[in-house]
């Protein structure tokens, strides 16, 4: 009998799991989106991922090669700082509507996870629980229109290979930023929620930045 994490697994569609792999930066920009290649390592027929591998392209998450076929696209520098710049306003919108409208139950469910967080130094494990905070604030806002707009804007921070969390400095400032976002939440102070959650993604971007410059030096 499967358990619920290899449950929802399975439940993963072709296109989740190839995102996966850029996020985890298995599949990093250039690599070659090959149908054998990915049907073989995902367990499935050619015919789904083909069809993810356009859904893909379309989204801009893959791009031509040189060669014939996709490979993952490359974001610029350029388009890094555009990402962030609608990412930083859009966020600090989000959460200044979750110290708005939040309710007790989301409020409580954010403390319970940045106090979670405190004893965790696992990269991978972070990464994902950063994502699932940031996902509930965006919940919490109780704007569908502001939730539609940050999961397309979500769409494409899959092709920023690697984790900022690889970094012990960026663990530490992150859950302090974090507990600053989540404080005012809780408070009702939108102007403060606001202005912390733009700090934090400005702060993301920063660590973005290098690593990309680190990147392409090596």
């Known amino acids: 009998m499967k358990n619920g ?7 993963r569609s072709p296109l989740d799991h190839i995102m996966g792999l850029i996020e985890l930066g298995e599949l990093r920009p250039g690599s070659r989106l090959t149908e054998v290649d990915l049907a073989q390592r995902l367990g499935i027929s050619r015919t789904p991922v083909r069809e993810a591998l356009h859904r893909l392209h379309a989204m801009g998450l ?6 014939r076929g996709l490979i993952v696209a490359h974001m610029s520098y350029d388009q890094l700082r555009q990402l962030f710049a609608v990412r ?20 409580s469910l954010l403390r319970e996870m940045v106090e979670g967080d405190r004893e965790i130094r696992d990269p991978v494990k972070l990464f994902e629980r950063n994502k699932s905070l940031h996902r509930l604030i965006v919940q919490a806002s109780h704007n569908q229109f502001m939730i539609e707009a940050l999961g397309n804007l979500r769409v494409h921070l899959s092709l920023l290979p690697g984790s900022t969390y690889a970094n012990e400095e960026r663990i530490i400032a992150a859950q302090q930023e974090h507990e600053e976002i989540v404080d005012a939440i809780a408070k009702g102070d939108g102007d403060r929620a ?19 410059t680190e990147r392409d030096q090596t």
Do not use: W
Request: aromatic share 2%; net charge neutral.
């Open 5 to 11: 994490s290899d449950t929802t697994e399975a439940r």
């Open 62 to 67: 893959a791009e031509h090669g040189p060669q």
């Open 88 to 107: 930083e306003g859009l966020e600090g919108m989000a959460t200044r509507l979750a110290a708005e409208h939040a309710s007790r139950a989301e409020v």
């Open 194 to 212: 606001e202005r912390a959650a733009r700090q934090h993604i400005l702060s993301g971007y920063r660590v973005r930045l290098k690593m990309m």
